[in-house]
């Protein structure tokens, strides 16, 4: 059974004015679906606005009382909704596309990748609405394959930007959209990103390389570079123009000179699309490809909850 609360899903927003006005209710809303063990997963249909400030609202242990896990998948303004759920044990936090972001996601595709003859010289628009129904079919079917245990697990392809790597490791992942990921340091909630011995991935959108260097700067501030075990970077934009190679330049000032902390990079995580969902806190086995490709792998048994 699928279901939500449509008060919610159909609130007004008003940026001039606080953005919503019903906090305590989404919080509660939230508290009641990560505590309710019969809810096998929750799916953000976006990655929504105004949620951050919720966070205190919400009394997380109750994740410690479920007969079974739940699986949340969100991202962007979920983030720490993804770090701190996948930071208890009944709880599996998968970064992944919010299906309502298919919209943006597609049309950006058609209007970068594809030339108007590979879109049968429609605009990408009509590209985007011809697909958009298959797409969100897609989406849910992957979400129920993973919690129910079925498939072939998820593959994410990345390549190595800086640094040296075994041909097969092991890596566990944390981090998310980098603007967001910043407001839990300090927070009681920095331990679901304590980036010892972890990879730290890193995603963010529409805005300008020198905001973004800001926000990198407060996880330097904050210690992220001197214990992690890498950093994977995904997707950075602004509307049509990749920003990848810029911030792969601003992070080099960053890290810690004389060192060689290894850095890939996946266009599949991030306010892209297509888009792999990417659990945190769950081991992935990672393999070398050809020249400085990698296969980043997590078995179909790290979703499933069912």
């Not at 970077?233 to 911030?247: P, S, T």
Request: one cysteine or more.
């Amino acid at each position: 059974m699928v279901t939500a609360n449509t008060t919610i899903l159909e609130a007004n927003e008003d940026e001039l004015r606080g953005g919503r006005n019903d906090d305590r209710l989404r919080a509660e809303d939230l508290q009641d679906a990560l505590a309710d063990s019969n809810v096998v997963a929750i799916v953000a249909l976006r990655g929504g606005a105004w949620f951050t400030r919720i966070l205190p609202l919400i009394d997380f242990s109750v994740l410690d009382r479920r007969e079974r896990r739940v699986a949340v998948f969100g991202f962007s303004e979920l983030t720490p909704l993804i770090n701190i759920v996948a930071s208890h044990a009944r709880g599996v936090g998968v970064y992944g596309m919010g299906p309502a972001f298919l919209t943006y996601g597609m049309k950006r595709y058609a209007a970068t990748r594809l030339q108007a003859t590979d879109r049968d010289c429609a605009t990408p628009e009509e590209w985007m609405r011809a697909r958009l129904h298959n797409e969100m079919t897609a989406y849910f079917q992957q979400v129920v394959s993973l919690i129910e245990g079925r498939g072939d697990g998820v593959t994410c392809d990345a390549r190595l930007l800086q640094g040296q790597l075994s041909n097969r490791f092991e890596a566990t992942f944390v981090g998310g959209n980098l603007t967001v990921l910043s407001t839990l340091i300090g927070s009681k909630f920095k331990a679901s990103i304590e980036p010892t011995g972890r990879w730290v991935l890193l995603e963010d959108f529409n805005d300008k390389p020198e905001r973004f260097d800001r926000f990198i700067g407060h996880l330097t501030l904050a210690g992220f570079w001197e214990h992690c075990a890498g950093v994977l970077l995904g997707d950075f934009h602004y509307a049509e123009v990749d920003l990848n190679d810029a911030i792969t330049e601003v992070l080099r000032y960053h890290l810690p000179q004389g060192t060689s902390i290894p850095i890939l990079q996946t266009n599949k995580v991030g306010h892209t699309w297509p888009m792999t969902p990417l659990p945190f806190q769950l081991p992935a086995r990672v393999y070398r490809g050809e020249n400085k490709e990698y296969s980043i792998h997590w078995p179909v048994s790290a979703f499933r909850v069912m």
